[in-house]
């Protein structure tokens, strides 16, 4: 992925909305999958045409529509107001930069963060996993498949299912990050996961009570894959 830094303002906010837009469109394509088969009870004969999913024609179908992308729609739209808050950084050097780096490797290797069950001891993504990412995930075991038996998924690809995607836990050596590499951004991400991946969120806790880590613990953790990052 190239910098597109030379694109003008105008250019790039418009490159924004419409990625926004696929995301919207990603949403409402995944709920629609759920409503079809939680709501509707799609089974193996397709449905009345009143409970089709078509948005052109008011019925059934369309109203669940309506009320999918509605509700997309306004998370979207009100995304920037939930805007989760960081607590206040403190860049640290030295010997208190370095023991609170060997802090967040053990919670990087310890039994509530327990990173390295996926992104492997020395946060290379060398971990074996085999997961999948939720648009696989939601469509496969609403009805009892596993998405690694290609056998089992067969029918339902040739009608139309999507490939199932593997997805891998990033190797966190290399330092790129999608939200960024900044320490507010990681600390967001690892506090609230990533949604659509088996990334999970941690809980921030008041007081360290063996479920959750402290604030603290999670800046040590940050300024520990800041280390992994860097080569350090
Ligand atoms: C159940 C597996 C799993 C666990 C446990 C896990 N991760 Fe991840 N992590 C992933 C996956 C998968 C991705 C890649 C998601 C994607 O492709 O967007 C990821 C991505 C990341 C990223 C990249 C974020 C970005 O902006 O690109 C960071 C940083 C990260 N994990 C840190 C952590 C930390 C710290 C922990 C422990 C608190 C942790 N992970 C625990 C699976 C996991």
Known sequence: MPSFALQSLD???SLVDYVIYLSVRG?????????????????????ED????NHAVETEGSQVVDEILSDVAKSWSEAPERVVSVPTWTPLAGQA???????????????????????GPAGNGN????????????????????????????PFRKAGALTPRVVKPRNLQEGVFRGGGDPQTLYRRISQGIAGTPMPAVEVVAQADGK?????????LVRYIQSLANGL
């Not at 709920?31 to 089974?43: C, F, H, K, P, V």
């Not at 959750?212 to 040590?220: A, I, K, S, V």
């Open 11 to 13: 250019d790039l906010e």
């Open 27 to 47: 949403e409402v394509e995944r709920r629609m999958l759920t409503a079809a088969i939680d709501e509707l009870d799609y089974g193996a004969e397709p449905p």
């Open 50 to 53: 009143g409970l089709r999913l």
């Open 97 to 119: 930069l370095k023991e609170s780096v060997q802090r967040g490797k053990d919670s990087f290797h310890g039994p509530i963060a327990n990173c390295v069950g996926c992104h």
């Open 127 to 154: 971990a074996v996993t085999l997961d999948f990412d939720d648009w696989t995930k939601e469509f496969s075991t609403r009805i009892g498949l596993t998405p690694s038996d290609r056998q089992a998924m067969r």
């Open 212 to 220: 959750g880590l402290t604030e603290d613990q999670m800046w040590d």
